[in-house]
C-alpha cells in the first residue's frame, strides 16, 4: 500500500489551482474582522531541517519505527519538498514527517477536494487534520510552524483500524517530531 500520495498528492482529484500563501494575519474586506495570527508556542524555520531527525531514536522506539529513509515528495504541488518515511521491520505501518517551506496551513483551508479538515491543535500548535472522505486507511496533520511553513505527519497502517485509532497515532508521531523539530531549529 502507498504511502502517502492520495493525502499529500492531488485530494481534488482535478483541482488543480494555485492557493494564495498564508499569512499571519490579515485583514478581509470589511474593516472589523481579523484574521487573528496563529497559535504558536515556537518558530519552527523548516527550510533547512531534515525530516530524518525529525524523531530520535528514543521516539522511534516510543513509535515502534526501526528505520527510516528519505522519500520527497510533491505534497502541496509546488515541488518536492523533503520527506522522511519511518517504518517497523517488518513494515505494518508507516509514519511519514514532511517539512514544507514554501506553504503554510492555508493551502488547506481554502483548497476543495475529497477530504475531511478538522481545524485543531497539536502541543500548542494550530494545525488542521486531514483524513481523505469516508476513509480510515490514513491520517495526516498539518501544522503550522512558521510564517508560509508547515510540518506534516501521516501515519498509514496496513491492519484494519479504526479512524480514530489512526488519527491518534499520527497525533502522536506529530508531537514527537514537533519536540525535536523545535531543538533543531
Known sequence: MGCTNQIGGNPGGGDSGTTPPVTSASTSSGSSSKVPPPVRPAVIKVDALDPCKALTVDQMNQLGVAKNKRSDND????????????????????????????????????????????????????????????????CSFWVDVADGQMVYVNFLPIDDMTLDQVCEKAKKGTELALATLKTLA
Not at 479538515?117 to 472522505?133: H, M, W
Open 75 to 138: 505534497l502541496v504541488k509546488k515541488g518536492d519538498v523533503p520527506v522522511c518515511l519511518y517504518t517497523p521491520n517488518p513494515a505494518r505501518f508507516s509514519y511519514e514527517v514532511g517539512l514544507i517551506p514554501n506553504e503554510g496551513v492555508g493551502y488547506w483551508r481554502k483548497g476543495s477536494g475529497n477530504v475531511d479538515r478538522k481545524e485543531t491543535q497539536v502541543s500548542g500548535f494550530d494545525a488542521i487534520r486531514i483524513n481523505l472522505s469516508g476513509q480510515s486507511d490514513a
